[in-house]
């Protein structure tokens, strides 16, 4: 089994900055591209930023300039460092990997459990 686990997030006033991190853990042989994602109420879930094992990047339009990604491969974790906040980019935020399990064949997507940010002043 492989589990994402989100934290950094929180409540944070209009201008200012978060970190998100997410790790992955259990029976992993190889994590290829990563990503963060982000679901507002009402909303459909959005891409924020995905970066490959080779550190491609790409960004949705609404965060470049403001939000980079970035990992760490020796502990399975990507982050989401998040500056100059403003309150439409509040939603619950989810990373995703897509791994390859020990033994297996295949890559499979696994999601994390999602951590809110609020952006209020």
């Known amino acids: 089994q492989v589990q994402l686990v989100e934290s950094g997030g929180g409540l944070v006033q209009p201008g200012g900055s978060l970190r998100l991190s997410c790790a992955a853990s259990?029976?992993?042989?190889?994590?290829?591209?990563m990503g963060w994602y982000r679901q507002a109420p009402g909303k459909q879930r959005e891409l924020v930023a995905t970066i490959t094992s080779g550190d491609g990047t790409n960004y949705a339009d609404s965060v470049k300039g403001r939000f980079t990604i970035s990992r760490d491969n020796a502990k399975n974790t990507v982050y989401l460092q998040m500056n100059s906040l403003k309150p439409e980019d509040t939603a619950v935020y989810y990373c995703?990997?897509?791994?390859?399990?020990?033994?297996?064949?295949?890559?499979?997507?696994?999601w994390g459990q999602g951590t809110q940010v609020t952006v209020s002043s």
């Open positions: 259990g029976s992993i042989f190889s994590i290829n591209a």
């Open positions: 995703d990997a897509d791994v390859k399990p020990r033994g297996s064949l295949y890559v499979y997507k696994y």
